[in-house]
């Protein structure tokens, strides 16, 4: 490592020339990747890579625009839309992965470069998307569209282009596109540092059991995991419970101490919002002040307008309207189940009153009495090799595609494993990383990012190199890693959004997988549907020891069982998306209280006090950055898609009906370059959707 160019302080930032030693066969992100299938050589890749990478990233970046605006010929399709549109080719091949490693194998050396970069990053973005000359160009070719034979995704590259300008200011007085850059500056680095505060947060919290007595209630395998977790943390004979899902969730279930559910669940909602180094509420007001300076900037009343002016929804009148309709029902669902979890509870503790850290023991203790299920008994079906041939059965059966391991692909841990994806013709798609498993340095929750995007380059197709990312519950000693039924559901959603990666047929880098992000969870949502149907389960679904495919009456219970706890489900959902909705359609001032206002936002919608929403503002990541904030509706919106789209499928008799998959594939997953929206679902599915599907599936008919 050359200590010389390892310095990750802000001054660094702006002396890159300092670190400028090495040449560019000494950079591996500045060669050509010599490895299996261009993947990239993670073991070659050293953090002081990043920033003279970058450098030269943006460098060539910044002389490609200027050789458009240089360009002395009228601006026209080709010099102007397609040449900016393939420009900052190298930034594109470094940033999915400095960001996917910061994400999913960050270090505190990439922590505090990414502050450094980010920074930078945005500088650049501003100096291109206020650049004028180049707006002059985008806004003539934009204007005489007409005048150009362009077929129907050429005409979308076009106004995709001229939107993303416009809806960036570029079009404003020099005033103001001046006072927008220092936002989007300053949003760049309260957003990161949002993220930095909860990942420290998560990590930093443990509890620490020692006894028998302590871990009364609690699963073998979870016991077994906690030991193993100690371990790790070089505390072995005792049992380490963390925040990660495989560990919090089933304490949460299984614990008969209430204390110690109390105190598990309270320091999760509680992250960000803790009076310490990590605390988010001020970062987070001031996020909310400059989002709603921006927008006004802009022309639009509130950020929540801004975001919706280009989604399905179209206004934040309309994603209200929604979560209002599937709202009260909810509520009502949500107080029924209170009432029997309270009677459950009354024969114990009789003067008790249930509160949010009962709701998980004391629902588990209602499903086996309901529905005689015992999510333990169901777990040796699952496991996580299982599962994931499910998910590869699933795209056989539906698309005619397989998965083939390759061992020889680079990955950048040790646990995370590499398939080339194989389309029905014999062709590559691309390369499917799958990374399972919690660990220090990981964000929590689960996603699907790329290693490099999907593109062509003069026609010929440059395939994907797609990641999902779980935190899934580890194998522990002599036995394999065994999913609940939640974790089942997500493999098969973060699947979802992979396919869509491999499929999506755009000829140009913007319009490629280009969806509105209330339509985007459609492809992962539709997959969800299929992981409990018996013809499918059947084949993947097989116990670890007998390799007997799970019996009809365990799938019965499953089934039986999915109406099971839809109102702290569905209501822990629509709470935390009305709150986004909230924050971002309200005048925020420096002296807005964070609590004050959640508060305040779940009390006028008659949140019962049992169920907390799924992210308080301080630990809402999803709102933490631009994708879904004013956003987080679109899984519901989407679900109302999804659930249309799985009816199909049923009502056609074969439920791996493959003519209507090859449609699915063709018009929603393929097919975003040509149809987006509602456009693209009425081509497959011939009408809109009905949302009565949507509503029975979550038992709110």
Not at 256 to 279: F, I, P, Q, S, T
Not at 526 to 541: D, G, T
Request: proline share 4%.
């Amino acid at each position: 490592m050359k200590k010389h160019c390892v310095i990750l302080s802000l001054i660094a930032l702006f002396a890159w020339a300092s670190c400028g030693h090495e040449t560019e066969t000494d950079n591996p992100l500045l060669m050509e990747f010599d490895t299996p299938f261009g993947a990239p050589p993670f073991d070659l890749i050293k953090t002081e890579h990043y920033l003279p990478a970058y450098k030269e990233a943006m460098k060539q970046h910044l002389e490609e625009i200027e050789a458009i605006v240089n360009n002395p010929e009228e601006a026209d399709f080709e010099n102007t839309i397609v040449a900016y549109d393939k420009s900052g080719k190298l930034l594109r091949k470094i940033n999915p992965i400095f960001w996917g490693l910061q994400s999913a194998e960050t270090t505190p050396e990439l922590q505090e470069l990414a502050q450094s970069i980010s920074s930078k990053l945005t500088q650049h973005s501003n100096s291109i998307r206020f650049n004028q000359d180049l707006f002059k160009k985008v806004q003539a070719v934009h204007d005489n569209i007409d005048n150009f034979d362009l077929d129907r995704e050429q005409r979308i590259l076009v106004e995709k282009i001229y939107q993303d300008f416009a809806r960036n200011g570029a079009a404003l007085p020099e005033a103001q596109r001046k006072e927008l850059e220092k936002i989007n500056e300053r949003i760049s680095a309260i957003s990161l540092q949002l993220r930095e505060n909860l990942l420290a947060e998560n990590n930093n919290f443990t509890i620490v059991l020692e006894t028998e007595e302590e871990l009364a209630g609690l699963p073998q395998n979870v016991i077994s995991a906690a030991a193993e977790e100690a371990i790790q943390r070089d505390m072995e004979g005792k049992f380490v419970f963390t925040l990660a899902n495989p560990s919090r969730i089933p304490f949460l279930q299984f614990s008969e101490h209430r204390d110690l559910r109390e105190k598990m669940l309270m320091a999760y909602v509680n992250r960000g919002d803790n009076n310490n180094e990590y605390d988010n509420k001020e970062l987070f007001i001031e996020l909310m002040m400059l989002r709603q300076q921006m927008s006004e900037i802009l022309g639009f009343e509130n950020y929540a307008a801004y975001f919706t002016d280009i989604q399905m929804a179209e206004n934040p009148e309309n994603v209200y309207e929604f979560l209002y309709r599937v709202w009260v029902p909810t509520l009502a669902k949500a107080k029924e189940e209170r009432d029997m979890l309270q009677a459950i509870m009354n024969r114990t503790y009789e003067d008790e009153e249930l509160k949010a850290w009962d709701w998980w023991y004391y629902a588990e203790i209602l499903r086996k009495e309901a529905y005689d299920l015992d999510e333990e008994l169901i777990k040796p079906y699952f496991t996580i090799d299982n599962v994931k041939k499910g998910n590869f059965i699933l795209a056989e059966k539906l698309f005619g595609i397989s998965f083939e391991a390759r061992p020889e692909v680079p990955v950048y841990h040790e646990e995370v494993e590499a398939y080339e994806v194989i389309d029905k013709d014999g062709s590559s798609l691309g390369i499917l990383y799958i990374d399972p498993h919690p660990r220090i340095g990981k964000r929590s929750g689960a996603w699907c990012g790329t290693y490099r995007s999907g593109s062509y380059v003069d026609g010929e197709r440059i395939n994907p190199i797609v990641t999902i990312v779980m935190n899934f519950t580890r194998p522990t000693a002599g036995k394999p890693a065994m999913l609940s039924w939640d974790e089942t559901t997500t493999y098969f959603h973060e699947f979802g959004h992979a396919l869509h990666n491999f499929f999506a047929e755009g000829r140009y880098n913007r319009t490629s997988r280009s969806v509105p992000r209330d339509f985007v969870e459609l492809p992962s949502q539709i997959l969800e549907n299929f992981a409990a149907e018996p013809k499918l389960l059947k084949k993947y679904a097989l116990h670890y020891q007998t390799n007997e495919p799970i019996p009809q009456n365990l799938i019965d219970k499953i089934n039986a069982s999915s109406l099971f706890n839809q109102g702290f489900i569905q209501g822990e959902y629509l709470a935390a998306a009305i709150l986004d909705m909230d924050w971002h359609t309200s005048k925020i001032t420096p002296d807005t209280d964070v609590n004050a206002f959640e508060n305040e936002s779940m009390q006028r919608i008659g949140l019962i006090d049992e169920i907390i929403p799924r992210y308080r503002t301080t630990n809402f990541q999803h709102i933490f950055g631009p994708g879904y904030a004013a956003g987080y509706y679109v899984y519901r919106w989407a679900g109302v898609l999804d659930a249309d789209t799985f009816m199909a499928f049923k009502e056609s008799g074969d439920l791996f009906n493959q003519e209507l998959a090859q449609k699915f594939r063709k018009y929603i997953l393929a097919g975003n370059a040509k149809w987006e929206g509602m456009e693209a679902y009425k081509k497959f599915r011939g009408q809109e959707p009905d949302i009565t599907y949507f509503l029975e599936r979550s038992g709110l008919n």
